[in-house]
């Protein structure tokens, strides 16, 4: 993810949305604009303010609102920007949630200082337990001095996987901020797992690549990772990482249930050297794939401690997605939140679906000319298709993070530069509100342009919980009758 005003509006129209058969079989033609819910302003349960816009029938209630300090159970000050997030089952009917916080520059980490993995990494994760209705029961940080924390993926044996969105560290130059990298004492980019209970380990699992890590999703029945990557003015890479066994901890222990020292891979089309799959693609587009390997999926860089690192940010981001474009890796536009969902991998191409880019980067406003694609890949037959691409701005703008609900609707959070909505996307290919942001901040400045991250619902499908991700940021409980709506 990407802050808003870091782009501007860009530069090729979208085309119209695509498809090709499988269970998303009914798709939105060139013309066909989405089916319209209508949303109402609807009084937060936290104290009655307005925040969103719902369908008739819903309500919700908002909390750890960082607009004011909101202090955890273990004497943490919660951090802002909740961004991917998983839900477990908690006791007596309760939900518990592991949110990420996507803290970028270098600075103090939160929470106990033991058990911080860099003690100038400001992101990690913090762990919430609510009931249905969103009241809090317990909280804690539970990982602490990593950095960029984005999205990651829910592990089925009761782990969330953690992605760092950066490669920043003491051996790389300063990335677009400009903040010195000079203090952190570790390198960054890889992903971590918290489990269900407790606090992480934090170590980083390695060789599952150092790169612009977006989000994960795990296949159960191969034992294999999926990895996104949001290489933001670059063509970027799906991965997918072969652990090197497939024996996990005990949930609630703190030690890692993915092992490290397993194999990093690519997704090539087969027969086709750098296929650009961020450039719009023909309706009915499917691809058969084939995967190739990364030689040095965790570069260390030359530095001097203290020194600037002579290492260029755009260098060492490049450093992964190069070696799998030399060998032939497909282009993708900012690939972002992903799903496992019924045998199927989704993703999507937050930018993808316009006009393709002259080169594999840099292109200033983000790479990719469109408004989004959702794709999805299947393990078993090893083929690649496209769900949906978005026909401009109103229909779908920006998709980012992706969930799917028990009726296999995928959810989609909007990233955009214009209003934001939580969308649905049925099986039968109709488009849907869900949600529209319309926060204003304490001093009364609107924040309609903030986005939703996260969404997941809870296990007994009750509750969709989802967080707006913002400096000051904050997380919501929505339910209502999902069945009705579609969902």
Same mark, same amino acid.
């Given at each position: 993810?990407?802050d808003?005003?870091?782009?501007t509006?860009?530069?090729?129209a979208?085309?119209?949305?695509?498809?090709a058969?499988?269970?998303?079989?009914g798709?939105?033609?060139?013309?066909?604009?989405?089916?319209?819910?209508?949303?109402?302003?609807?009084?937060?349960?936290r104290? +009655?303010r307005?925040?969103?816009?719902l369908?008739?029938?819903f309500?919700?209630r908002?909390?750890?609102?960082?607009?004011?300090?909101?202090?955890?159970d273990?004497?943490?000050?919660?951090?802002?920007?909740?961004?991917g997030?998983?839900?477990?089952?908690?006791?007596?009917?309760?939900?518990?949630?592991?949110?990420?916080h996507?803290?970028?520059?270098?600075?103090?980490?939160?929470?106990p200082?033991?058990?911080?993995y860099?003690?100038?990494?400001?992101?990690? &994760? !913090?762990?919430?337990?609510v009931t249905?209705?969103?009241?809090?029961? *317990?909280?804690?940080?539970?990982?602490?001095g &990593?950095?960029?924390?984005?999205?990651?993926?829910?592990?089925?044996?009761?782990?969330w996987?953690?992605?760092?969105?950066?490669?920043?560290?003491?051996?790389?130059?300063p990335?677009?901020s400009?903040?010195?990298?000079?203090?952190?004492?570790?390198?960054?980019?890889?992903?971590?797992?918290?489990?269900?209970?407790?606090?992480?380990?934090?170590?980083?699992i390695?060789?599952?690549?150092?790169f612009?890590h977006?989000?994960?999703?795990?296949?159960?029945?191969?034992?294999?990772?999926?990895?996104?990557?949001?290489?933001?003015?670059?063509? !970027?890479?799906?991965?997918?990482?072969?652990?090197?066994? *497939?024996?996990?901890?005990?949930?609630?222990?703190?030690?890692?249930?993915?092992a490290?020292?397993?194999?990093?891979?690519?997704?090539?089309?087969?027969?086709r050297?750098?296929?650009?799959?961020?450039?719009?693609?023909?309706?009915?587009a499917?691809?058969?794939?084939?995967?190739?390997?990364?030689?040095?999926?965790?570069?260390t860089?030359?530095? &001097?401690?203290g020194?600037?690192?002579p290492t260029?940010?755009?260098?060492a981001?490049c450093?992964?997605?190069?070696?799998?474009?030399?060998?032939?890796?497909?282009?993708?536009?900012?690939?972002?939140?992903?799903?496992?969902?019924?045998?199927?991998?989704?993703?999507?191409?937050?930018?993808?679906?316009?006009?393709?880019?002259?080169?594999?980067?840099?292109?200033?406003?983000?790479f +990719?000319?469109?408004r989004?694609?959702i794709?999805?890949?299947?393990?078993r037959?090893?083929?690649?298709?496209?769900?949906?691409?978005?026909?401009?701005?109103?229909?779908?703008?920006?998709?980012?993070?992706?969930?799917?609900?028990?009726?296999? &609707?995928l959810?989609?959070?909007?990233?955009?530069?214009?209003?934001?909505?939580?969308?649905?996307?049925?099986?039968?290919g109709r488009?849907?509100?869900?949600?529209l942001?319309?926060?204003?901040?304490?001093?009364g400045?609107?924040?309609?342009r903030?986005?939703?991250?996260?969404?997941?619902?809870?296990?007994?499908?009750?509750?969709?919980?989802?967080?707006?991700?913002?400096?000051?940021?904050?997380?919501?409980?929505?339910?209502?009758?999902?069945?009705?709506?579609g969902?």
């Open positions: 993810m990407v808003i005003n870091r782009r509006l860009l530069r090729g979208a085309v119209g949305a695509v498809g058969a499988g269970p998303f079989a798709f939105l033609s060139e013309r066909t604009s989405p089916r319209r819910t209508r949303l109402a302003a609807t009084a937060d349960q104290d +009655g307005v925040r969103l816009w369908p008739d029938g309500a919700y908002s909390f750890h609102d960082t607009e004011q300090p909101v202090e955890l273990d004497g943490t000050l919660l951090p802002g920007r909740p961004d997030m998983a839900a477990f089952p908690g006791p007596d009917g309760s939900t518990v949630l592991i949110r990420n996507e803290i970028k520059e270098p600075g103090p980490a939160f929470g200082a033991a058990a911080a860099d003690p100038m990494g400001a992101g990690g &994760t !913090s762990t919430v337990q249905r209705y969103g009241e809090v029961l *317990r909280s804690y940080a539970s990982l602490s &990593t950095a960029s924390n984005c999205c990651g993926g829910r592990m089925p044996w009761g782990a996987i953690s992605c760092e969105e950066t490669v920043n560290g003491p051996d790389v130059a990335d677009y400009g903040a010195p990298n000079i203090a952190l004492t570790q390198r960054h980019g890889f992903i971590f797992e918290v489990p269900r209970q407790g606090r992480s380990a934090a170590e980083p390695t060789a599952a690549g150092r612009s977006e989000s994960v999703a795990y296949d159960p029945r191969e034992g294999v990772l999926y990895l996104t990557e949001d290489n933001f003015k670059y063509a !970027s890479c799906f991965y997918r990482y072969l652990p090197p066994e *497939r024996v996990y901890a005990e949930a609630g222990t703190g030690r890692p249930g993915l490290d020292g397993g194999r990093l891979q690519a997704l090539r089309v087969a027969g050297r750098e296929a650009n799959l961020a450039a719009a693609q023909r309706p009915g499917v691809y058969p794939v084939e995967w190739v390997d990364i030689d040095d999926p965790a570069p860089f030359p530095y &001097t401690p020194e600037p690192a260029g940010n755009d260098e981001l450093h992964v997605g190069d070696q799998a474009r030399e060998r032939g890796a497909a282009w993708f536009s900012r690939l972002e939140g992903s799903v496992h969902h019924d045998g199927t991998v989704y993703f999507t191409s937050t930018q993808g679906g316009g006009a393709p880019e002259e080169s594999a980067g840099p292109a200033a406003d983000g +990719g000319n469109g989004g694609q794709w999805a890949y299947q393990p037959e090893q083929v690649l298709r496209l769900v949906f691409q978005a026909p401009h701005h109103d229909g779908l703008d920006f998709p980012d993070n992706i969930t799917a609900s028990s009726a296999g &609707t959810i989609l959070c909007e990233d955009g530069a214009h209003n934001n909505y939580v969308r649905g996307l049925t099986r039968d488009l849907l509100d869900i949600a942001n319309r926060i204003v901040s304490s001093v400045d609107p924040r309609h903030d986005e939703f991250a996260g969404a997941v619902f809870s296990p007994d499908g009750h509750t969709m919980f989802v967080n707006v991700q913002a400096e000051r940021g904050m997380t919501f409980a929505i339910w209502g009758p999902w069945p009705r709506l969902v």
